[in-house]
Every structure is written in C-alpha cells, then in structure tokens.
C-alpha cells in the first residue's frame, strides 16, 4: 500500500506564493511520474504540472512561467512552488504518484486565492 500525504495549502492573496509538498510513503520500490492536479468548485479535475524520475517537466498552459514543479527522489516527495497566484487558481490540489503499474492520489489541499 502507498500513501500520500500533501501539505502546504491555504489562503493567500493575488500575486503572492504557496508552495505544496507531498510525501509518498509505504510499499516504494520507484516511483515513475510524480504530478499535480487541481480541481475548482464544478469544474473537472485538470493536470497542473508532472514530473518524470529524471526530472523532465511539463506544464498546464496557464501555469507556464509562475508554477514549478520539482522532486526530491530520495525522499519520494514532490513539490509545486507556485508564485504570482491568482483567483483563478483556487482549487483543492491533489498530488499523484505513478508506480508498479498503478497511479496513487493524495487526499488534496485547498489552495484559495483572494482578489
């Protein structure tokens, strides 16, 4: 069994920063792909960035430029720094963990942001 356990949401106002980390921990032996997702009040769980074992990245369109996202391998832990928020990106986030075949969720953080 794996678990993830994310950390890092809450309130902050437009421009400002807040940075997420989720913790993987259980039954690892690696962890292929590690990413963030985020889902807003009635809309669709949406990819907000991933990360590959080696590092490479990809982004959401509107996120480019103000998330990045990062691992500490070591630690099975994933981190999205995200600076210049805006209303648009209130949303609970859920991290997720690809490994032995199966995707692992997070129970997911609220990140709200005030105009």
């Known amino acids: 069994q794996v678990q993830l356990v994310e950390s890092g949401g809450g309130l902050v106002q437009a421009g400002g920063s807040l940075r997420l980390s989720c913790a993987a921990s259980g039954n690892i032996f690696r962890i292929n792909a590690m990413g963030w997702h985020r889902q807003a009040p009635g809309k669709q769980r949406e990819s907000v960035a991933s990360?590959?074992?080696?590092?490479?990245?990809d982004y959401t369109y509107s996120v480019k430029g103000r998330f990045t996202i990062s691992r500490d391998n070591a630690k099975n832990t994933v981190f999205l720094q995200m600076n210049s928020l805006k209303p648009e990106d209130t949303a609970v986030y859920f991290c997720n963990a690809d490994l032995q075949g199966s995707r692992y969720w997070g129970q997911g953080t609220q990140v709200t942001v005030s105009s």
């Open positions: 990360i590959t074992s080696g590092g490479s990245t």
